[in-house]
């Protein structure tokens, strides 16, 4: 169905009706399309109708921009608001995603309650937008990309238009006899999104000539299995509750600050009772609470039977076999046994390079807590083994050679909870 100002008002009626609409005006097509289209369907709408323009200060002919949309509402009768905000991206932050964030944090502040923020994404949007998510690695609240309708401040915020393309779009203000400004930025290919609209999609539509709408469908299907997951989730915690005592608001505030809030590199950690909360790559774990000092000496092991180690640090075994481990000759004396300082280094079998633990530990996905907890095995002053990971060269059995495996129970934490409970999510455009 091609768009209009009827199918714009079907869209709205199928959500719970609004003290006022208002419409996110730049004056650029998309939202040129959705303030004139409301602007045409007001009378059957028993509600208010207004635009809300946001000034990055990013572009120099911002306020002349500013003054056209102030221009265009008074022509057509229409409340009409502005807002400033400093939009200047941190060092190290993407310009696009500093200004969305300023710009809806100034529009959730300024919603008056409620009333229903209209923000003219379309389906091309989507697409791009679930694009950008996959690039990024998302799960699945993050590839559900923008949702049609969600709380915002002490209202609504909608999206009408997800169901139609640019081209729907770019017609109707054709054939009404629209004009809109263009920002010169959505020409600049340095930007991601600018990146997959103009070099991108027009790639995969030559091949696929539906992409966009099926990608939007895709998007469609990821909130709804976020939905469910919500729902699951919400059913378990209802099952639980009653039958053990959560941890208290102010535990559950600084999780969500201090652990979910920091920044991508850090290596939180929020304490409650015999347990902590870590997160690594944006996975969150629910861990025995870990003694404030670790184990740094240094142990003899003569290989001969298993090895417990302190402070509850598991126990090490000794597996002799062909063409794997440690050349038996080279452990005939035994071993030393010590942990982690800082610069160790190793070429693991079949790599040309050494590398440092560190590496090696991220390459495998072992968060920073049990890396000070793996075991590594000496001979003389050399590392020769990573207790149940890699023997280092030139420690290593040939394929005929005797050798002995070093084996670790106390890895991973094996007698700890890893819960994935939280993912970031990306906010629409």
């Known amino acids: 169905m091609p768009f209009s100002p009827d199918s714009l008002l079907q869209q709205l009626q199928r959500h719970a009706p609004a003290s006022a609409y208002w419409v996110a ?12 289209a409301l602007h045409a369907c007001r009378d059957r709408l028993q509600a208010g109708v207004g635009a809300v323009h946001v000034n990055h200060g990013l572009q120099p002919h911002a306020p002349e921009w500013e003054a056209r949309c102030r221009q265009v509402c008074e022509t057509l009768g229409i409340r009409y608001a502005s807002l400033s905000v400093d939009a200047a991206a941190a060092p190290g932050e993407s310009p696009e995603a500093a200004a969305r964030a300023a710009r809806y944090a100034a529009l959730r502040r300024w919603l008056p309650a409620g009333d229903c923020l209209l923000t003219a994404q379309h389906r091309d949007d989507q697409a791009e937008t679930l694009l950008l998510q996959l690039l990024r690695g998302s799960g699945v609240h993050g590839l559900a990309a923008m949702p049609l309708v969600n709380v915002f401040g002490n209202g609504l915020h909608l999206r009408p238009l997800l169901d139609y393309s640019r081209a729907d779009l770019h017609a109707w203000a054709l054939a009404s006899g629209l004009e809109w400004i263009d920002d010169p930025s959505n020409l600049d290919d340095a930007f991601d999104r600018n990146f997959l609209r103009a070099g991108v999609l027009p790639v995969l539509r030559q091949r696929w000539p539906a992409a966009a709408v099926s990608l939007a469908r895709s998007a469609a299907h990821c909130a709804e299995a976020a939905e469910l997951i919500g729902q699951l989730a919400d059913l378990d915690l209802r099952q639980v509750q009653g039958r053990q005592a959560g941890p208290p608001a102010a535990i559950l505030a600084r999780v969500q600050h201090d652990v979910l809030g920091s920044r991508h590199d850090a290596e939180p950690c929020v304490c409650y009772g015999a347990h902590e909360v870590r997160r690594y790559r944006d996975a969150l774990y629910l861990l025995p609470r870990q003694p404030a000092a670790l184990q740094h000496g240094e142990l003899s092991w003569s290989l001969s039977a298993p090895l417990p ?13 062909t063409g794997r481990g440690i050349r038996l000759p080279l452990a005939a004396n035994g071993v030393r046994v010590r942990w982690r300082q800082g610069g160790e280094r190793c070429r693991p079998a079949g790599r040309r390079h050494h590398h440092s633990l560190k590496k090696l530990f991220q390459e495998s996905g072992i968060p920073p807590w049990e890396r000070v907890r793996i075991p590594l095995i000496y001979i003389g002053d050399e590392l020769a083994a990573v207790a149940g990971l890699w023997v280092c060269e030139p420690f290593r059995a040939g ?9 670790w129970d106390g890895s991973r934490d094996a007698g700890c909870r890893r819960e994935k409970i939280h993912e970031p999510r990306a906010a629409g455009n």
């Open 309 to 321: 180690l302190p402070r509850d640090g598991g126990v090490l075994r000794a597996t002799r076999g």
């Open 25 to 36: 005006y730049s004056g650029g097509l998309d939202s040129s399309v959705l303030l004139h």
């Open 399 to 407: 394929p005929t050679d005797a050798g002995l495996w070093i084996d």
